[in-house]
Each structure stands twice: as structure tokens, then as C-alpha cells.
């Protein structure tokens, strides 16, 4: 009796799941944590494969097969929480800015946000929903360094109405680049005077979040993805997008052979790694020549054959694939394999579902 009644408090004190949706332009994934006692454990995962060009260079052009595929895809996930953290991304429509600004509190900050941002963001600033976290004391005396995001309101109204329309509530809007940064703190210890790029390569866009001793310096997004594969393999073998995505998931397709698709994406690999070296080059310039010590890969083209090894031969970097689940407890009800298979593509989603309401 007495212990009934504890647990039903707890339950009632307890902060609410969140459903982690990341709406990518080839994949919505839907991740639910449960959180006790600062252990996570899984509750529910779905991924729903998109047709293409229903979201082109992250935007919803068709929201009525969007809104209807993250209606499926929670229904035969079995998900009953309606809170929701999604997240936006892309150059065009995110800023995320390290600037020093003079010292004040966070309530000062707050009051005045907009004036101190206006410099800083590319973007209308009427256009923008401004968010900022204080780091610390800046290098400069009477000076701290503050993060600074902006993202386009009407990015934000895109995304927010296809989750409303599918009967969800939106409670939190992230940016995919720090929902890698909080997939990481759930599953790797901080390494200090360590470079650790996140990096998250879907099918139209990169996102890298480099720390630093566990600390964001560097953000960048690109509009290179995995998409780029599929287009070379259908122009080198003439065959439809499906049947390159067939080749890509190493599914054999009549008349072309698997050494030549290997030799084919072996080649393609190279627009993505140079967009990533690219990145690189800017964290090197930004800082003192700093070199990145490590890559944890997440996103489909993660999944795509030697791809991982090509970029760390190529970009001269250690390559990790994302382990979204190492620190997660997964109930026996899931399939393991499955999970081991599709897990660097939920690394947003696991990131995305850790947020809570209130949280920072
Ligand atoms: N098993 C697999 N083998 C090879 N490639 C795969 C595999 N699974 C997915 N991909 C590729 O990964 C990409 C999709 O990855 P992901 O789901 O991370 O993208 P997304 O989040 O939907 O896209 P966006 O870039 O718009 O955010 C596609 O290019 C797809 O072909
Ligand atoms: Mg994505």
C-alpha cells in the first residue's frame, strides 16, 4: 500500500517523456526516453522511411504526406506521449554565433538580446526567434562569451504545424547540432584538450558541432548529403532512385555488379569529405590551428559501406560511429540487432528526446 502510493507520487512528480521527432527529408525517427534517477532507458523508437521531394532543401513542400507519415509513424510505434522536441537546421534558416559581449546577468541578457544579436545574424532580426546561453568570462576583462542562436520563425511555423497537424503538441524547438552535443554527453565521458567532431550526415544536409573538452566551438551545416550518392549511382548505372537506394543499402539490382557500385560510391564519397574537410579547415582557422582529434559519425550515410573508413583515410581523422544507445538501458522487448543496425541514425532523435521542459 505504502509503496503503491510512492510510486503513483513519483509518477505524478516525475517530468513528462518527451517524443524526440527529427523530421529529416528521407527518414522521420521518433525516440522516447524514460528518465529515472539520471539513468535512461528506451521506450519506444520508430523510423518511417519519407517519398522523395516531399522536403527539399529542408523545406516541407508536401506537409499533407508529412503530417500522414508521422501520424503512421507513431501509431505503429505505439507511442502515447503527445509532447514533442523537434529540431531545424540548414545554413538558410539556423545562426548559432559564439560572440563576447560585456558582462551582465542572464535577466539583463534577456531584456536586451535583440539590440546585442542584431550585429551578429545575417537574418532580419524580426524575422528570428533568438535563444543565447552565457558561457563564461570571456578572455577580455569585463567581457563573457555567449552563444547565440537565431533561427527563422517561419522555419520554425513550417515544422512546429506538420507536428500540430499529426494531433501533437511541439513543447521544444533544438537545433540538430545541439541535439548531437546532448546524444554525446548521455553516452560519452568528456575528453579533455580533445577536438571531437560531431558529425551527422543525412541525405541533403551535414551538421558538425566540434567540442572542445566537451564544450561547442564550432558549428557549421551544409547542404551535402547522402542524396549526392544516390544521383551518381543512378547517373553511372541509368537506374531509378529506388534501385540506387538499393544499391546504396547493398541490395543487388539486375545488371550491375557490387564491385562496380563500391567503385562508383568510392568516388562519390569525395563531395562529402571535402565539404567536411572543408569545415575543418574553418575550425583550424578560427582557432589556433587546432586539429580534430576525433569523429563520431552519425546519420545514414554513416551506414553506407566503407564510407566511414574512406573519410578517416582521407580526412586523416579516427572515425567512431555514433553509439546513441551505449548508455541507454534497452528493455529485452527490442530487437538488439535491429537497434545496432539503424542506431547512427537516431542520434538526433536520442539527443532531441532528452530535453525536457525548463531544462537549458
Ligand atoms: N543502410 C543504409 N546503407 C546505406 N545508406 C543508407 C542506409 N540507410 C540510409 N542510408 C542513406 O542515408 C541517408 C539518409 O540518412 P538520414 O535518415 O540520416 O537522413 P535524413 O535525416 O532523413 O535527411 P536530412 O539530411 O534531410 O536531415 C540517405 O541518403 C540514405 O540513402
Ligand atoms: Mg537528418
Do not use: C, W
Not at 199 to 209: E, R
Amino acid at each position: 500500500m505504502h509503496d503503491d502510493r510512492g510510486a503513483s507520487k513519483i509518477m505524478l512528480l516525475g517530468k513528462k517523456d518527451i517524443i524526440g521527432l527529427d523530421i529529416g527529408s528521407k527518414h522521420i525517427k521518433a525516440v522516447q526516453l524514460r528518465e529515472n534517477k539520471g539513468s535512461h532507458r528506451l521506450e519506444r523508437l520508430g523510423i518511417t522511411t519519407l517519398q522523395p521531394e516531399l522536403i527539399v532543401d529542408g523545406s516541407i513542400l508536401d506537409s499533407t504526406h508529412v503530417v500522414n507519415a508521422i501520424k503512421e509513424l507513431v501509431s505503429n510505434t505505439d507511442i502515447k506521449a503527445k509532447d514533442v522536441t523537434l529540431s531545424v537546421s540548414g545554413h538558410s534558416s539556423v545562426i548559432i554565433k559564439r560572440v563576447s559581449l560585456p558582462q551582465m546577468t542572464e535577466d539583463e541578457l534577456d531584456e536586451q538580446i535583440q539590440f546585442e544579436a542584431e550585429q551578429y545574424i545575417p537574418f532580419d532580426i524580426e524575422d528570428v526567434s533568438l535563444d543565447f546561453q552565457i558561457l563564461g568570462p570571456a578572455e577580455e576583462e569585463n567581457m563573457m562569451d555567449v552563444l547565440i542562436v537565431a533561427v527563422k520563425k517561419d522555419k520554425i511555423n513550417e515544422y512546429v504545424t506538420v507536428v500540430r497537424e499529426a494531433g501533437l503538441n511541439p513543447v521544444i524547438v533544438d537545433v540538430d547540432a545541439f541535439a548531437l552535443e546532448n546524444m554525446y554527453e548521455l553516452n560519452y565521458d568528456v575528453k579533455e584538450g580533445e577536438n571531437i567532431a560531431l558529425v551527422n550526415i543525412g541525405a541533403s544536409m551535414i551538421n558538425i558541432n566540434i567540442l572542445k573538452g566537451g564544450i561547442s566551438v564550432f558549428t557549421r551545416d551544409s547542404s551535402v548529403g547522402g542524396n549526392l550518392l544516390t544521383e551518381a549511382l543512378q547517373k553511372e548505372f541509368t537506374v531509378s532512385y529506388t534501385n540506387a537506394e538499393k544499391l546504396k543499402q547493398k541490395e543487388s539490382v539486375e545488371g550491375v555488379s557490387e564491385e562496380n557500385v563500391k567503385v562508383a560510391l568510392n568516388t562519390a564519397f569525395e563531395d562529402i569529405i571535402t565539404e567536411i574537410s572543408r569545415s575543418f579547415d574553418y575550425f583550424r582557422d578560427t582557432t589556433n590551428y587546432e586539429n580534430v582529434d576525433e569523429i563520431i559519425l552519425s546519420g545514414g550515410v554513416a551506414l553506407t559501406n566503407d564510407f566511414a573508413q574512406s573519410l578517416s583515410e582521407r580526412a586523416g581523422v579516427n572515425v567512431n560511429v555514433a553509439e546513441p544507445f551505449k548508455n541507454v538501458n534497452v528493455p529485452e522487448t527490442f530487437d538488439k540487432e535491429y537497434l545496432k543496425k539503424v542506431s547512427p541514425l537516431v542520434s538526433v532523435a536520442v539527443g532531441l528526446a532528452m530535453r525536457r521542459v525548463g531544462d537549458k
